[in-house]
């Protein structure tokens, strides 16, 4: 059974930094690709990073060069750093995976950047 587990959200001023963590369980991130993504109220959910087993990343331009997302194969766990949060970066993050033809989505946790 696959389970993911976010934690790390909160509330942090404009310009300041959080690290997100995702525990899964079921399946080993050292194999299966893991996601964040994120959704704001009235926004459709979107994908902020991604990493693959081998550990190749990719981000979309708009958190490009301010998040970074990385694996411990230990601790079977997928981070999130984010660094010069926005307003705008105000959402639920998701820790998302993808395996034997299903997804999986954690619970999510709340992010909320003050101005």
């Known amino acids: 059974q696959v389970q993911l587990v976010e934690s790390g959200g909160g509330l942090v001023q404009a310009g300041g930094s959080l690290r997100l963590s995702c525990q899964a369980s079921g399946i080993q991130i050292s194999i299966n690709g893991m996601n964040w993504y994120r959704q704001a109220p009235g926004n459709q959910r979107e994908l902020v990073a991604a990493?693959?087993?081998?550990?190749?990343?990719n981000y979309p331009d708009f958190v490009k060069g301010r998040f970074t997302i990385s694996g411990d194969n230990v601790k079977n766990t997928v981070y999130l750093q984010m660094h010069s949060l926005k307003p705008e970066d105000t959402a639920v993050y998701y820790c998302h995976t993808s395996h034997r033809w299903s997804d999986y989505w954690g619970q999510g946790t709340q992010v909320t950047v003050s101005s």
């Open positions: 990493i693959t087993g081998g550990g190749t990343t």
